[in-house]
């Protein structure tokens, strides 16, 4: 892929590496000063928010309101890992449909399993919170393994590679999956722009090890070795040391050229060029990041810090000044020195580490004389005390006013009186928590987005045998419901030859009978096949679908609200239930009609999405049963003995009749006979008297 410092696309157009790499390192440096500014903002921030600061000494120590803030709004904006949910668009009646949406939902809840999806959005919301924006990026990767040579390759996926010799290598899939990767705050570039949708191109820093790197670009070494480029050191002890031995390369997905572009960091020359690797809807392998304040102008976003970084500093000065204080209030003692055993005495008894102490005093007298405990004088600390008080005081308004700025205090604290009715309190949480809905809603968009994502790529990517390897599911395919409609052949071919048989013999001919198949082959020919899911899933992928998340399942759980949402429904499905039952019994007819409308609001309610099958089940066989054609009615008991003497007169008739006919079948064949028997002995007289024929 070196050769000739050049990359051949299918096209066969060929792209300059070095002219390539010059381009992109231009680019690079462009969106890192259009970042500059933030990125400079948040390494600030960020050592806030570890107090990197020497905390030992009193004069630098900081209050940590940076860090209560974050862990008071973690749990609330996001606390669980979110659950895929894939419905079909449309809800048409469509078992194909139906069946792929749900191997795609168990194939996604699978990956978010695999790809620890809970631990990259908690990494995503402590950026989103500290910095203002959370970034992931997505990709496939397969397993191989090359087809033995002796056997006949089957219809499982294969790729025809070249061996060492140039020769063909057939290799075939053994494990595909979607790996998610946290992208760090200071890792991710995009080109400048106001919205999303006009950003043309977006880039992560990867840091590779030289394993890593010589087994992605085995001959991108040289270019390393020449241009000097990869290396990255750090800034501080932690970064050097995190930095050793990797090799930084940039991964460039450009939207408007349709190629994606590695470049080692401060190389001219590109490592490679190629056509993008995923052939998603909108182009870019992550989702649009997220995002906390924004303006129209950029997309460079505002930490939430830096609105109340002001009273955060005068905090921390406030901080300072009642630890200096404090380091004043101690007891210092001021006596008369020079006055034999005196002075020694007092020394003795103020000493720290004596707590209770009895001090022998010889010269009494002389110590009485002047003045006893008056002769010992201590510095005034009332006035620092009050100080250190006024300096609370007002430190403590300022932590009330972060919290009025980041809304915390009405949010997730629950500052409420205890005065208070149990309404007013529920009506101050419902407002007050509205101040980050809309946090809670960008994280919720946010992982929707990267559910999307990885079930686009799911759709495009993953084989049949995967998809139902990893959902559970098995479906047959289309060669097995051919072969058993073959057999199903085969046996009416069989009954068709053998009443022919019965014919061409004069036996009455079998009748016909449907072909007996076991109930789990009947249970297999009902379902769709994974050849058509398959094909689904290719043509439409997600447009046919509409793939999301479960409401409020990246935030904490309220269990009563869940339990009255369960309840609701009950009481719905209850109450239509009774009402529709005695409307059932009068018109028939309407049976689908309610069967639809309880479907309809059962959709409404997320407690009855897995009951929605069932309802769906039941209500296509009440609809069935409703429209057939009823039955007669039972004959009443009189209706019976009436039925029953017209069944014995009609049956004795019939045999009467049958004797007769029996006994008129008797008299015909006596006449006959006699007949025959006259006609016989007319012809034997006749032959008696002609004379013999020699005379």
Known sequence: MMDDEATTLPGGEKYDLAKVGAHWQQELERGQRYFKSWIDRCTK???????????????????????????????????????????????????????????????????????????????????????ARGTVWLRYEADFEPLDIGVEPSNAPALDMQGDDGSPTAEQITDERVCMDYVHWSDFLHSPARRWKDVTWVARRVPMTDE?????????????????AGS??????????????????????????????????????????????????????????????????????VPDYVYYQQQCDEIDMLTKRVNKLTDQLRLKVFYPSGDGSVSPAIEKAMRPDNDTVMVPIPEWAAFTDKGGSNAIV?????????????????????????YQITGISDIVRGDTQASETATAQRIKSQWGSIRIRDRQAELARFARDIVNLAGEIICDQFQPETLMLVSGIQLPTAAQKQQVQMQMQQQQMAQQQAAMRAQQMGQPAPPPQPPQLPPEVQKMMEQPTIDEVVQLLRNDSVRGFRIDIETDSTIEPDEDAEK????EFVQMVGGFMQQAGAIAQQTPMLVPVMVETLLFAARGFRAGRQLENTLEQVGAQLSQSATAPKPPPEPTPEQMINLK??????????????????????EHQTTVEQARSAMAAEALQQFQQQPPAYQ
């Open 45 to 131: 921030i960020e050592k806030i928010y570890l107090q990197q600061a020497d905390q030992a000494n009193a004069a630098k120590r900081r209050f940590p309101m940076l860090w209560a803030n974050i862990s008071v709004l973690q749990p609330a904006v996001y606390a669980r890992v979110p659950q895929p949910v894939v419905e079909r668009r449309f809800k048409d009646s469509q078992p194909v449909a139906r069946m792929a949406s749900e191997l795609v939902e168990r194939n996604l809840a699978f990956t978010a399993d695999d790809a620890d999806l809970d631990s990259l959005m908690r990494a995503v919301r402590d950026d989103f919170l500290l910095c």
């Open 212 to 228: 890593e790197f010589d087994k992605r670009f085995p001959e991108g070494r040289a270019s390393l070795a020449a241009n000097g």
């Open 232 to 301: 990255n050191h750090g800034t501080n002890q932690t970064e050097r040391a995190q930095n050793e031995g990797k090799t930084y390369v940039w991964e460039i997905w450009c939207k408007s050229e349709n190629y994606t572009v590695w470049i080692a960091e401060g190389s001219p020359i590109a490592l490679e060029v190629s056509e993008p690797p995923l052939k998603l809807t909108r182009f870019f392998p992550c989702p649009r990041p997220a995002f906390g304040t924004l303006s129209t102008s950029s997309l460079i976003p």
């Open 378 to 402: 201590t510095l005034p600390i009332d006035e620092v005390q009050k100080v250190i008080v006024a300096c609370i005081e007002v430190r403590k308004q300022l932590v009330e006013d972060v």
């Open 564 to 567: 009255q949402r369960r309840m």
């Open 645 to 666: 003497t017209a069944q014995v007169k009609a049956g004795a008739e019939e045999k009467k009749a049958q004797l007769s006919v029996a006994q008129a079948q008797i």
